[in-house]
């Protein structure tokens, strides 16, 4: 897949071959790269409605976004440092709520100022604005659950917001614990497939 994890998509069963169509079931468990140790999940089976408009109907299972998942937490792909020079349309990979943060922020340049204004503590401690660098962490393996229409995460992490001082060296201001639970729906809209993101809590 990228740098950070692989994907076993080997036939799970025998090809079904019937006149009108063929059907195949691929693996498909992802692994972080380089390692190949069994996830603790398990494949549950499940079918595709039967349809016959389309020429290929492509499914993929709950298992197949919990591994990735798993994989890519492994791999520390949720974990990132974020300083005043991230544009404004930079993307963390599967980070869906932190990217919107992220985006959030560097639009609006952040500085401790920014948080002095919100935590009476920053104001008093950092009376001249200093730039601000995040590290943002998953605690622990962000969840994803499908749903009729669309699919769910639940992602736990935290963020240590840090000042950096004149002389390049950084001073750790707080962290915070986050949790939040976002909806993402997709949908195909001029031959592309499009997602909408909802924070739920």
Avoid: H
């Avoid at 930079?90 to 985006?103: C, M, N, P, R």
């Amino acid at each position: 897949i990228d740098d950070l994890a692989e994907v076993d998509y080997s036939l799970s069963s025998l090809p079904a071959v019937f006149q009108p169509f063929i059907d195949l079931d691929l693996k498909g468990t992802v692994y972080t790269a380089g390692n190949y140790t069994d996830p603790p999940y398990v494949a549950a089976p499940f079918t595709i409605p039967d349809q016959s408009d389309s020429m290929l109907y492509l499914a993929f299972s709950e298992y197949f976004f919990q591994t990735s998942s798993l994989a890519y937490y492994i791999a520390g792909a949720f974990n990132t440092t974020i300083t005043e020079e991230v544009k404004s349309g930079k993307l963390l990979s599967f980070f869906f709520f932190f990217s919107f943060f992220v985006q959030t922020c560097s639009y609006f340049n952040i500085s401790t100022e920014i948080f002095g204004s919100i935590i009476p503590e920053v104001a008093k401690y950092s009376v001249t604005p200093y730039p601000v660098m995040l590290k943002l962490m998953a605690t622990e393996i962000p969840i994803i659950s499908l749903e009729q229409d669309s699919f769910t995460v639940e992602i736990q992490g935290s963020m240590e917001v840090f000042a950096v001082l004149p002389d390049s060296t950084t001073q750790s201001l707080f962290t915070m614990n986050i949790a939040a639970n976002t909806s993402i729906a997709l949908n195909v809209f001029d031959q592309k497939l499009m997602g909408s993101l909802c924070l739920n809590r």
